[in-house]
């Protein structure tokens, strides 16, 4: 139970990182534009992946 409360919380933390990276104010994130900008989408898509994962794990688990 503890990977799947561990994959919420990853969960949970990229969501917030996600919406704080969002446009506010007519104004893009900093990242847009630069080298950096496929790197951070590939972390949101993997840190999404590995908090799936850990919760399907934790639930295998659990209920297996």
Known sequence: MIVFLAG???LLVTLFVFWRCLPR???MHRFVGTEWEPYVGVAFCA???LSFTMMLSGLIDYFG
């Open 47 to 49: 840190a999404s992946a």
């Open 8 to 10: 919420t919380v990853v």
């Open 25 to 27: 104010g007519g104004q």
